[in-house]
Each structure stands twice: as structure tokens, then as C-alpha cells.
């Protein structure tokens, strides 16, 4: 199967017409991904083939041979490069032009990483295209026999526009097709056969050594920078955390065969030793890749690491579940097959996904937490690894973080969540390092969090999804799906009504969340992340919204009226729904993560009044 829409020469495209070209490319991107594209995508192809069509027409008869190949697949994940044409360079070198075409029609740079487009923010392009190339020099089988040209082509808009590039990308705007033609004419002497733009086409995923000389001398930068990521204050490694680490570095080195399972409560460190275990393995030069199921987390990190250079975090952080087989945890289990394969947040996998996640490396790591199951569909229990690597005779070990290294409270404070939610609590021991209160009022909350901002701390705001679903198409506008505290909400839940106060889910996992997490946007306090947007996060002080999907009544937790999970999994929607006990443990491991967020301090406040009456009543204050 191809891994591209659509392969052609440039003589093809002058020869066919705008319609028969469009129908080829739909019917080729359905065969290469298993999908019909999106009516978005769809109408964006009519505009890319008009526009690539018009190119063709300016380039000279050395390059009427040359290929071009639509909408290709990198290998070994989600992304896709919108425009490849091959050729020849000055020298005869092996020449590829990689270029990342917009439509848009206006364009506002809001800074160095986004740029408005129809109100909305998106990824500036030339992120995008220089992320393509370092992906491609990282990860690519072939790309070493290739130089690289690295083209924007903003076919519908003026070159008065407010956008601002590097010397590294060349760009091209509205009415510059004959200046484009000019460059690839510059840069693309002759064709190339097709025999090797079918070797590049068909290349694997392969950390290249170049990959491992930037790990190597940037690693201390690496490691620091992806600890603030997931963190306000940032530690060493614990003797626990680093006696793991080490042991499973002096693994590798034996070239030991052995899968490890990891369990650690919320704070114990799971994120952290994970991807500190994956920087070492690379800085010792041995081939090695993370899995995520979060991608708000994956995304956050990849920005981190991507600071450093473009491509990096792409190439070594994966999901490990698309849905569409291209995840770390999907399809053919050996190929590409690591020397150390690692998977954070494992209990979030089904059992499919833990068998070939087992055979994914000669040495398999998988951190887990069972309390943070948040849906029926995952699977990542201990028993349910134990039988797995049985069936396929693996060698299983399991270690346990103990420690407590995010809240301030330790111990105590993680031993009073896990009483609260079993409903055994009697009071709230005494935290002389750690600061939680119940608020009576919303207002009253957001006031003593923004005095935190002002005295130099980190903030920020989480809430289950209830009220209000979110909007997927305009993530990051001021929608009524998207508004969760305020009015009116689309749940017609009126508690805000006469509250001047507006606070919005984050949508955008690839643009709001580096912010929110990495960057200053959870001080603003004019969003909230949801229970899939704060898994592995932290603050110095978070203000959690208890919903009404959790409530105290006659001494017991219960599954509250008139809630649902409104964009989460189908299971929960319905077991909430038709209040099945099935969702109570659900509930109650989101609200563990909640609860733990946390660094200095948790602050909270109630919707639903009975419990805000029980929580206060176990208050010290």
C-alpha cells in the first residue's frame, strides 16, 4: 500500500485536467490511508492542484520528468507533507523539494509559533516545514543519499502580509509562481529516475545518527528543558527513580530481553523517569522511542524538544494509539522494532495494544497507574500485562515507584485524597507545607489564585467535561460549547448567571496546551484544562471545579444529576447516563488526578452545594 496520494510526473499534470487530477488524488489519499478525506481537505486539494497544475506549466522541459508526489505519509506516524518533487541538484546530487502549501486567504503573525487565520490560531508554516525536513533527517531511511529544499508557497495571499520567515525556508506568495518556477528551476536541474524516488518513497523509520550526535551534546538542555515542562520546580532524581533508570540502561547494555512493568501513584515521578530513561538511552546510542496516549502531554514535550531543533520530538515521542494503525502500539509489532521501547500512562491501553506494545523493543518499559483508568476501554491492568507477556513468553519484571515528589503535603496529603474519595475522611490532617481550601464562591477562588500569580507562582485551572462540550472546528473561539464557567452554558446550568466571569476549555492540544503548561497561559486564568489535558501536569497551586458529576449525598459518593462526560469516552457518557456503579471508580480516579495537581497547593470550589457543605466540613479552617 503507498504512502501517498498521489505520485505523477510534471508532463502529467499539464496533460490532465484540474477534475480528473482531483478525483485521482481522493481516490489515491482513500486507498494510501484507509479514509475518505474530509470535505476540508477535499476542497483544499481542488485549490492545491489548480495552483501545482499552474506551476507545472512554468518549469522547463528538463524537469517535465521530474515526480511529484501529493499528501506523503512520514514514516511512522500522523503527520503529512502537503508537496514532495524530486530531482537532481547542480552537483547531481539527489534533490528534494519539500513544501508546505496554505490556502489562506488572510494572515495575522501573532508571534514566532502562530499566526490568525479566520479568527482562529494555527501553527506558523514555518514550524511546520522545518519540523517535515528535521523529521525526515532524523527518522528516514534514505534521506541521507538527499539534500533538502525547504518551500512555503502561500498560493492566495499578498506578499504585504504580515508574516515573517527565516533565511531557511524559502517562501512564496500570491502571483509569485514564476519566481517559484525560478527557484526549482535553480534548484532542481534534471528529473530523477523514478527508481530512486521509489526507494525514498518506500523508506522506514530509522533514528539516524545524527539524531543521536544532538541528544549527546545537548543533553543536559534536553533534560532540563522537558522537566519544566511538566513541571513548576524542577528536581534530581530520586535513589528510587534512579536506580531504575540504571538498571535498565546496564540492561541494554547486556542486551537483556525483558519487558518492565513500573506502577507509581499520581506525583511518584512515572513522567519524569520516563523520559529521562529515554534521553539516557539516546545519549548512550541506543534505539530508543516513548509512547504517549495523551497527546496535550506528547504535544507539550515534542514542543519542548522540538526548541531545541525541529524534528526532534516528533521522531522520538509517539503516540502509541491513533485509531488508524500507525501508532507505537498498533500494527506490526517488529517493524520498526527498538532497542528500548518505553510507554507512559500504559493503563490507558486496551489488551491489542499491549501485545504489540511487548514486542515493540528488546527491552519494554510501561509505567501504569490502575487508579487512573478513566474509561472501560482501557485495559492496562496488572493482571491483564501478567497474561499477556505469558502468552508470548516475555520475561516480565516489576518495579514500583514509591516516592511522593510533586504535592508539598507528601504522604499525608495523598493518604487524606485517597480517604476523601472512599469516603473515610473525619478531617483534614495537618499540612504545614501544603495550602488547600474550599471556596463558597467561584469569584472568591479565581481572586486567591491570581494573588498567587502576583506573588511569582505558577497557576492553573482544571474541570471535568460537563456543562459544556467543546468545540472541535473552532477550538480556540468564544463559543458557548466552549465556554465551561459562565452564561448562558450549553447545559443550562445557571449557577454563573449574575457572576462577571468567563473561563473556557483548552481545545487546541497542539497550539493551547504547550502554552498553557509550558508557557505562561494557565495564569491568565481564562481557561481550564479537562481530566485529559492535565494528566502528567502540574502547577504550584491548582483551582479544580468539583462538577456535578460527583457528589456527596447521605454519606456517600455518588454518581451526581444531570451530568455527563460530554465529549469523553462513550462508555462513561453512558454509565453515567444510566447511573451504572461501574462509573463511580471512574469518577473517583479523575478526581484523584485532579486533587494532585497540585505542587504548593489545591484550592476548590463546588457546583454542587451539598458537597461543597462535606468538603468544607473537613476543612481545618
Not at 73 to 92: C, H, Q, S, V, Y
Not at 159 to 164: E, V
Not at 492 to 499: A, E, L, M, Q
Amino acid at each position: 500500500m503507498a504512502n501517498y496520494a498521489m505520485k505523477i510526473r510534471v508532463r502529467g499534470l499539464k496533460s490532465q485536467s484540474e477534475e480528473s487530477l482531483c478525483k485521482d488524488m481522493i481516490r489515491g489519499f482513500k486507498e494510501a490511508f484507509g479514509e475518505e478525506p474530509s470535505q476540508e481537505q477535499s476542497k483544499a486539494f481542488i485549490g492545491v492542484i489548480r495552483h501545482v497544475k499552474e506551476l507545472s506549466e512554468r518549469l522547463d522541459n528538463s524537469l517535465q520528468d521530474a515526480f511529484i508526489v501529493f499528501e506523503y505519509a512520514l514514516p511512522f506516524g500522523n503527520e503529512r507533507i502537503d508537496l514532495l518533487m524530486f530531482g537532481k541538484g547542480k552537483e547531481g546530487k539527489n534533490t528534494i523539494a519539500i513544501f508546505e502549501l496554505k490556502g489562506w486567504q488572510k494572515a495575522n503573525e501573532i508571534d514566532e509559533n502562530l499566526v490568525e487565520v479566520d479568527g482562529e490560531a494555527q501553527q506558523h508554516p514555518e514550524l511546520q516545514i522545518l519540523n517535515y525536513a528535521g523529521r525526515l533527517k532524523f527518522s528516514h531511511s534514505d534521506v541521507k543519499d538527499f539534500e533538502m529544499l525547504k518551500v512555503v508557497w502561500l498560493y492566495n495571499l499578498p506578499q504585504k502580509a504580515n508574516l515573517h520567515f527565516s533565511d531557511e525556508v524559502k517562501v512564496f506568495y500570491k502571483d509569485q509562481v514564476d519566481l517559484l518556477a525560478d527557484f526549482l528551476k535553480n534548484g532542481l536541474y534534471s528529473h530523477l529516475e523514478e527508481e530512486e524516488v521509489d526507494r525514498f518513497l518506500s523508506g522506514r523509520y530509522e533514528q539516524s545518527p545524527k539524531l543521536l550526535e544532538v541528544i549527546d551534546s545537548e543533553y543536559e538542555n534536553l533534560k532540563e528543558g522537558v522537566y519544566r515542562a511538566i513541571c513548576a520546580k524542577g528536581v534530581g532524581p530520586s535513589e528510587d527513580q534512579h536506580n531504575l533508570i540504571e538498571e535498565i540502561i546496564y540492561q541494554l547494555k547486556k542486551g537483556e530481553k525483558v519487558s518492565y512493568l513500573v506502577s507509581g501513584g499520581p506525583g511518584s515521578g512515572k513522567t519524569y523517569v520516563a523520559m529521562l530513561l529515554l534521553l539516557r538511552a539516546l545519549k548512550e546510542g541506543f534505539k530508543a522511542v516513548l509512547g504517549y496516549r495523551n497527546n496535550r502531554l506528547l504535544n507539550t514535550i515534542r514542543d519542548v524538544l522540538n526548541g531545541k531543533e525541529r524534528g526532534i520530538g516528533s521522531t522520538i515521542i509517539q503516540f502509541y494509539s491513533t485509531g488508524r494503525g500507525s501508532g507505537l502500539a498498533e500494527g506490526d509489532p517488529q517493524n520498526p522494532h527498538f532497542q528500548l521501547a518505553i510507554f507512559d500512562e500504559a493503563q490507558r491501553m486496551t489488551k491489542d495494544n499491549i501485545k504489540i506494545a511487548m514486542q515493540r523493543g528488546d527491552i519494554t518499559v510501561f509505567f501504569f497507574d490502575e487508579n487512573q483508568i478513566l474509561n472501560l476501554e482501557e485495559e492496562g491492568t496488572e493482571e491483564n500485562f501478567k497474561c499477556i507477556a505469558n502468552s508470548l513468553g516475555i520475561k516480565l519484571e516489576f518495579r514500583e515507584l514509591k516516592g511522593v515528589y510533586r504535592v508539598k503535603g507528601v504522604i499525608e496529603y495523598h493518604n487524606f485524597v485517597e480517604d476523601l474519595l472512599n469516603g473515610k475522611a473525619k478531617s483534614l490532617p495537618n499540612l504545614p507545607n501544603y495550602d488547600i481550601k474550599v471556596f463558597d464562591s467561584i469569584i472568591d477562588m479565581i481572586k486567591a489564585l491570581k494573588e498567587k500569580v502576583n506573588q511569582g507562582y505558577k497557576v492553573a485551572l482544571v474541570a471535568a467535561f460537563t456543562e459544556s462540550p467543546g468545540d472541535r472546528k473552532r477550538p480556540t473561539e468564544k463559543t458557548i460549547d466552549n465556554l465551561r464557567v459562565g452564561y448562558p452554558l450549553k447545559s443550562g446550568f445557571d449557577r454563573y448567571k449574575n457572576i462577571d466571569i468567563e473561563i473556557y476549555w483548552l481545545m487546541d492540544e497542539k497550539r493551547q496546551y504547550p502554552q498553557y503548561w509550558y508557557g505562561n497561559l494557565s495564569n491568565n486564568l481564562t481557561h481550564c484544562a479537562s481530566i485529559y489535558g492535565c494528566q502528567g501536569f502540574e502547577a504550584d497551586y491548582v483551582g479544580v471545579i468539583w462538577c456535578r458529576d460527583f457528589v456527596w449525598r447521605s454519606g456517600q459518593w455518588e454518581i451526581g444529576s444531570n451530568s455527563e462526560d460530554s465529549i469523553g469516552n462513550t462508555s462513561l457518557k453512558r454509565l453515567i447516563k444510566n447511573k451504572d456503579k461501574e462509573a463511580l471508580p471512574l469518577l473517583k480516579n479523575r478526581y484523584r488526578i485532579f486533587l494532585t495537581r497540585g505542587i504548593l497547593g489545591t484550592y476548590i470550589y463546588c457546583e454542587d452545594d451539598a458537597t461543597m457543605r462535606y468538603l468544607k466540613s473537613l476543612m481545618r479552617n
